[in-house]
Nanobody, 116 residues
Framework: QVHLVESGGGLVQPGGSLTLSCAAS????????MSWYRQAPGKERELVATITSTGTSTNYADSVKGRFTIPRDNAKNAMYLRMNSLKPEDTAVYYC?????????WGQGTQVTVSS
């Protein structure tokens, strides 16, 4: 079974930093482009960042470009989201998943709250 576990969220002040982790199993992690998504209350889930299987290419939503990075460690079946210069609008539940899907399995997500 696909298993995705997000962790590392919490409460941070505007301008602060936080690193999220994604642990994956149940599929060949090293063969998959992976993404971070987020969903704020009352809003659609949005794609935040993507990294290709070997980590040679990344892509970011305009809203986070220059502030977030998305490293991965295929040896650990893990992916991370390093967030800097956090803004209140970054507040959301963050999820990881395969970019191409299927999207029939999601982790519990991890809550990031940016507030003073």
């Amino acid at each position: 079974q696909v298993h995705l576990v997000e962790s590392g969220g919490g409460l941070v002040q505007p301008g602060g930093s936080l690193t999220l982790s994604c642990a994956a199993s149940g599929f060949t992690f090293s063969m998959n482009t992976m993404s971070w998504y987020r969903q704020a209350p009352g809003k659609e889930r949005e794609l935040v960042a993507t990294i290709t299987s070997t980590g040679t290419s990344t892509n970011y939503a305009d809203s986070v470009k220059g502030r977030f990075t998305i490293p991965r460690d295929n040896a650990k079946n893990a992916m991370y989201l390093r967030m800097n210069s956090l803004k209140p609008e970054d507040t959301a539940v963050y999820y990881c998943n395969r970019f191409m899907g299927p999207f029939d399995s999601w982790g519990q997500g991890t809550q990031v709250t940016v507030s003073s």
